[in-house]
């Protein structure tokens, strides 16, 4: 199986340079032409699109996939499985999968959770929509990214899944936030509130394994200046992502809603290219009012 992998950033390159340690014969091809890497480049679009059985996207938006999807279809590839693990809204995946189904090609949305450690160590979570037969077609290749594929429905639904999952996550990033913030002022250790509250209702991942106090608990991005990690600005697209879906369907997304603001407030308050934990020292700083 010969595999071609679009978009290799930050993400990307990681999970492709996995697949080819596994053995898989695999082609990248990105429009930044400095990338140093160990698997084959290709600078030519369409010399890229011939000969690969499977192909990946991990780009930005869904500008971008919308945007190298219309010229794959238009160069009539087909009979291939085309996956996209890039986080993009549900409206482009629907129209992709509609676009590629009319050149009889098949279309997987597969975004990922984990973040840049994930997809150098390949423990990715992997949520997947779509032909439920092509899933199982590449689903080793999943279990060679990631630790978990996990097939959601159809077309979009691993979309669905990754902005529900990341509007908890930064819902409750901002609460593990706002209690550290109560417990500085009224003189409660930090290393206590976590002993407590890692081990009782209080507990989940944004704290027990990516807490954004300095110190406390296992290393994570507030003990490195708040260096990503999973930014800011990322957080802030997934949880826009999360509302736009939210109004299309006129669901009552209260907490959602507000921790988008809450994103949107911390770019003007430093936040960007921050990691998204940076929201503990920007609450710190502020007064109630
Ligand atoms: P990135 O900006 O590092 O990489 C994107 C790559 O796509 C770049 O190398 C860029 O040159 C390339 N690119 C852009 N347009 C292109 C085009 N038309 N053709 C070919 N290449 C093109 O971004 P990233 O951090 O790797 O994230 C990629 C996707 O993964 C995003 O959708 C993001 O939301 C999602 N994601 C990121 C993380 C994370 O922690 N970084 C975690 C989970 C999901």
């Given amino acids: 199986m010969k595999i071609g992998f679009i978009g290799l950033g930050n993400m990307g390159l990681p999970m492709a340079e ?149 509007m908890i996550l930064g819902i409750s990033m901002i609460g593990v936030s706002e209690a550290f913030t109560l417990a500085e002022k009224i003189g409660l250790d930090f290393e206590k509130l976590f002993e407590v509250s890692s081990n009782s209702s209080g507990s989940c991942w944004a704290l027990n394994t990516y807490s954004p106090a300095p110190g406390i608990g296992p290393k994570t991005p507030a003990d490195n200046n ?4 999973f930014s800011s600005d990322l957080m802030l697209k997934d949880l826009s992502l999360a509302q736009n879906a939210a109004e299309q369907t006129n669901s009552h997304t209260p907490l959602g809603l507000h921790a988008m603001q809450i994103y949107e407030e911390l770019m003007k308050e430093g936040g960007q290219g921050k990691d998204f934990s940076y929201v503990l020292p920007v609450f710190s700083k502020k007064s109630r009012n």
């Fill in 226 to 229: 708040y260096e990503p990690g």
């Fill in 18 to 166: 996995n697949l080819q340690k596994a053995g898989y014969e695999v082609t990248g091809f990105d429009i930044n032409k400095n990338i140093n890497t160990v698997i084959k480049i290709s600078n030519s679009f369409e010399n890229f699109l011939i000969d690969n059985d499977v192909l990946f996207t991990m780009l930005p938006s869904g500008k971008e996939v919308s945007a190298v999807y219309k010229e794959i279809v238009e160069k009539s590839i087909s009979s291939r499985i085309m996956i996209d693990c890039s986080t993009i809204d549900i409206k482009s995946t629907h129209s992709i999968a509609e676009l590629a189904k009319k050149h009889r090609l098949q279309t997987l949305d597969a975004p990922v959770s984990g973040g840049v450690v994930g997809a150098k160590d390949g423990t990715l979570t992997f949520m997947v929509g779509g032909d439920q037969k092509a899933f199982e077609k590449v689903k080793p290749l999943f279990e060679i990214m990631g630790k978990k594929a996990i097939y959601c429905g159809k077309s979009g639904s691993g979309q669905a899944a990754k902005m529900c999952n990341n």
